[in-house]
């Protein structure tokens, strides 16, 4: 299984750590933390240091409730950020945060190689399209409505079952405008009540219907935080927990702001041979 950024095949029979770089100031663990060139640029040097094949950037925070942020703001931090990085460390592939089309072309014309969406085109009915144009990987994860109501979505039948005909007809219509690599994300924390993300992570091998690569992203989240009565400054041992469930499961990528320990855990599962090729 291999996505192609920027003429690069990026083989995911190992699993991949995706390290998270949010330049917003409101971000729920790491807002506001990286708000200066060498803050930013230290912080990528030691994520690539500790093994991650990407950096994922963020400019528009999507917790819960967020406020929002015009689309020229979002521009307004993220790529001066993007060049900046890719000045000084060129080979870096960069994954980039945004539901918005044209914040998502501007970054790819400044050397982005992925996009990561979380509303899967919903939230601008001209992201697949773009994304095809330029060819680039990209990341659809499952929610609904947008980070202001998210939360008072979450009334399900059958949750696993609807995420699998979610995916299903995004990834027809990516397909059918051309999209080659695709990857899957269930979106926990989105739209989702606690124990449905839980409902969701057991059925989570589920997913490996669709034949895609599945990314995760649990870290440091409400849903770690809230089960074991502390916080996300807190919730770093119970990231690795969940990461190890979800890799058992078939997960291809984790999103992590914390690599070092992500890339520990890949290591492990991987010397049990639990490898799903």
């Known amino acids: 299984m291999t996505i192609n950024c920027k003429g690069n095949l990026i083989d995911l029979t190992t699993p991949k ?9 409101n971000s729920f663990f790491d807002g506001g933390n990286y708000k200066s060139e060498s803050e930013i640029l230290n912080q990528v040097e030691k994520m690539l240091f500790q093994g991650a094949t990407f950096i994922d950037i963020g400019a528009y925070s999507s917790k819960p409730n967020a406020e929002l ?17 890719l000045k000084n460390f060129p080979q870096t592939l960069l994954s980039i945060d945004t539901f918005r089309s044209k914040v998502a072309q501007k970054c790819i014309e400044n050397g982005a190689a992925l996009i990561n969406d979380i509303a899967a085109g919903n939230l601008d009915e001209n992201m697949m399209a773009m994304v095809a144009k330029f060819q680039v990987p990209y990341i659809m994860m499952h929610s609904r409505g947008n980070p202001q109501n998210m939360q008072q979505l979450t009334n399900y039948e059958n949750i696993t079952k609807e995420i ?27 739209a989702k009540k606690q124990e449905q993300n839980y409902e969701v992570l057991q059925k989570m091998e589920l997913l490996q219907l669709l034949e895609l690569p599945i990314l995760v992203g649990f870290s440091r989240k409400s849903m770690i935080y809230k089960v074991l ?48 090729t």
């Open 69 to 85: 942020v015009s689309e020229n703001e979002e521009l307004s931090r993220i790529l001066p950020v993007v060049d900046l990085v």
């Open 229 to 276: 009565e502390n916080n996300a400054q807190e919730a770093l041992n119970g990231t690795t927990v969940l990461n190890t469930i979800a890799l058992l499961k078939g997960a291809k990528i984790l999103r992590v702001h914390d690599v070092k320990e992500a890339v520990e855990c890949v290591k492990l599962y991987s010397a049990v041979g639990l490898i799903n």
């Open 164 to 190: 699998l005909f979610y995916f299903s007809e995004k990834i027809t219509k990516a397909r059918s405008l051309g999209i080659n690599d695709l990857i899957v994300d269930p979106g926990f924390g989105f």
């Open 17 to 25: 750590i995706m390290g998270i770089l949010n330049v917003t100031p």
